[in-house]
């Protein structure tokens, strides 16, 4: 079974730094794809970041340089760092799993977390 919580997420100056973490009940962090995503109000959901199973690591271009995913199997816990925010960076931030083991994140995330705001000014 598959339980992500996320935290935290907060209030913060363009410019400054936060870091997201993301709790599994499970082994999901261990053993399968992990991402985060970001929706902001009247706005699609978009992916920001991708760790593979076997910890190959993607950022979407708009986050490239600033933000960086990571994971600690030991902790069953996924992580992003966000430096130099930006106020189009505010959106509600979600982990999701991907049961896809190994090297790749193809398909499709089945399990989600609840979400944590993240708000830039």
């Known amino acids: 079974h598959v339980q992500l919580v996320e935290s935290g997420g907060g209030s913060v100056q363009a410019g400054g730094s936060l870091r997201l973490s993301c709790a599994d009940s499970?082994?999901?962090?261990?053993?399968?794809?992990m991402g985060w995503f970001r929706q902001a109000p009247g706005k699609e959901r978009e992916g920001v970041a991708t760790?593979?199973?076997?910890?190959?690591?993607s950022h979407a271009d708009s986050v490239k340089g600033r933000f960086t995913i990571s994971k600690d199997n030991a902790k069953n816990t996924l992580y992003l760092q966000m430096n130099s925010l930006k106020p189009e960076d505010t959106a509600m931030y979600y982990c999701?799993?991907?049961?896809?083991?190994?090297?790749?994140?193809?398909?499709?995330?089945?399990?989600w977390g609840q979400g944590t705001q993240v708000t830039v000014s």
């Open positions: 499970g082994t999901a962090v261990r053993d399968y794809c």
């Open positions: 999701a799993a991907n049961p896809t083991r190994g090297g790749t994140c193809y398909g499709k995330y089945n399990y």
């Open positions: 760790i593979a199973a076997a910890g190959y690591a």
